[in-house]
């Protein structure tokens, strides 16, 4: 069992930025990868980043490559994601996950077992 919580999202304009942050319970084999998932309303969640506890391999979905750069602190248990040039396209509720590999969490949020409460993320124009 890993328990997630998220914390850094709020009101912003467009070209604005903004960091997340996500503190796991548990860091072990099978949370060796850490990950960003994103739901706009009446939308499917999403892949945005994921990172690895171990060398910090990561991965980012094709739309916010350049803009967002996922990070982690072993010593905290804690991963970041740090978010510019933020546009209204990205407002979504922005969730944290955990998984054994960083390959499942690029293929989408199905295999996901665990996941934060979310922290909502509005970009204005």
């Known amino acids: 069992q890993v328990q997630l919580v998220e914390s850094g999202g709020g009101l912003v304009q467009a070209g604005d930025s903004l960091r997340l942050s996500c503190v796991a319970s548990?860091?072990?084999?099978?949370?060796?990868?850490m990950g960003w998932f994103r739901q706009a309303p009446g939308n499917e969640r999403e892949f945005v980043a994921a990172i690895t506890w171990s060398d910090g391999t990561t991965s980012y979905a094709d739309s916010v490559k350049g803009r967002f750069t996922i990070s982690r602190d072993n010593a905290k248990n804690t991963v970041y994601l740090q978010m510019n040039s933020l546009q209204p396209e990205d407002t979504a509720l922005y969730y944290c996950a955990a998984d054994r590999w960083i390959a499942t969490m690029t293929r989408g949020p199905n295999a996901i077992n665990y996941w934060g409460q979310g922290t909502q993320v509005t970009v204005s124009s």
């Open positions: 548990v860091r072990a084999l099978w949370t060796s990868a």
